[in-house]
């Protein structure tokens, strides 16, 4: 059995644009299904860093880039840090998907967001490690943000993630 892209098939044509488009929203309908499965590893990830900095993550975040609908797994917008799930069930299982990803990762970091990608397994396995990397790279992130002058260093508590 010969398996084909959607793209495939229809520069072959074996399936028109309007089949094409039906398998498109169906295929992307489940991706999204697993991904907000509650035991996801991106359902894991919004849960944990959104109670931790309740006032300051936001997941699915929508606006990243302006003229793209990204959605960020979780983001931190007042200092522009985007945690992922890298996995390759998003990201790897066609080259096409890791390419788009990689574009989607250069934008980003054009618009002044620093990815930082977590595996699906460190998700899954050692959320408190997980966290604790969070932490540092928000720690790096907010001094860098005060010495520029874009908050005040009084604007978030350490650690807390809580407005002061």
């Known amino acids: 059995m010969v398996r084909l892209s959607t793209r495939e098939a229809l520069a072959r044509g074996l399936i028109d644009d309007a089949e094409a488009r039906r398998i498109e929203r169906a295929r992307l309908a489940r991706r999204h299904q697993r991904a907000y499965a509650s035991d996801s590893p991106q359902s894991v990830l ?15 975040y929508v606006g990243a880039v302006p003229w793209r609908r990204f959605r960020l797994d979780v983001a931190f917008p007042a200092i522009r840090l985007c945690i992922e799930v890298d996995g390759w069930e998003h990201h790897g299982r066609f080259k096409s998907d890791f390419k788009r990803d990689r574009d989607r990762v250069r934008l980003l970091q054009v618009c002044g967001w620093r990815v930082f990608p977590f595996y699906a ?23 860098e943000a005060v010495a520029r002058g874009d908050i005040n260093s009084g604007d978030m508590t350490r650690g807390s993630g809580r407005h002061g």
């Not at 849960?47 to 006032?55: F, L, S």
């Not at 397994?121 to 790279?137: H, N, P």
């Open 46 to 60: 919004q849960r944990v860093v959104c109670a931790r900095w309740p006032d300051e993550a936001v997941s699915e």
């Open 121 to 143: 397994s460190e998700i899954l396995r050692d959320t408190g490690y997980v966290l604790e990397m969070i932490a540092e790279m928000r720690e790096v992130l907010l001094r």
